[in-house]
């Protein structure tokens, strides 16, 4: 067997060896080619999905801010409009007060608190007795009539017990406040 031997030939251009030059070269290629393969190929791949993971939850942001925006339009809209019933809501019952608003309708004898409790979880209900003297039924109903423009928000029950006198008519009623519950603090 003849005996082969591999030399690579020693081509030289001002000193430098020109084979040994792209040799190196070539190998310096290779490893930059495999650099971007395994190391910054994975991490823009990351980056790309990290992006769109980003501007998926940029827009989920987006949709749920404009959600709210609309939403708090709308309840400061329905407090504007609703303005005189929430200011309703929040004031306490004060019979002196009723007494006064309903003097050119009835004579208030007595109002007696009989209790008071919770309604709906977001309500306090007072429940008092009312004892009055008007001059005809019609005064009693324009009570009903001008409850609208109380402060407070009332309701009265039926029946109601008239009793007729010599000159007035007596009557006894169920009359309720409504007020909202005051919140804790926490």
Do not use: C, W
Not at 16 to 34: E, P, R, S, W
């Amino acid at each position: 067997m003849p005996n082969v031997s591999f030399k690579l030939p020693k081509i030289k251009i001002y000193g430098i060896d020109v084979i040994k030059n792209f040799l190196f070269f070539t190998l310096f290629i290779i490893l930059t080619l495999l650099v971007i393969a395994f190391v910054i190929s994975p991490a823009i791949h990351k980056f790309k999905s990290s992006k769109a993971l980003y501007y998926q939850k940029k827009y989920d942001f987006e949709v749920t801010t404009k959600i709210y925006k609309q939403k708090l339009t709308e309840l400061k809209k329905l407090k504007n409009t609703n303005r005189k019933i929430l200011n309703a809501m929040q004031r306490k019952f004060n019979p002196e007060n009723f007494k006064s608003f309903a003097a050119k309708y009835m004579s208030i004898t007595s109002i007696k608190e009989v209790n008071s409790t919770v309604y709906q979880n977001d309500f306090l209900k007072t429940t008092y007795i009312m004892k009055a003297k008007i001059k005809s039924p019609k005064n009693f109903y324009d009570l009903i009539d001008s409850l609208k423009n109380y402060k407070a928000v009332l309701r009265i029950y039926f029946p109601i017990d008239f009793i007729k006198n010599k000159e007035n008519i007596d009557l006894t009623l169920k009359l309720e406040h409504y007020m909202l519950k005051p919140k804790k603090a926490e």
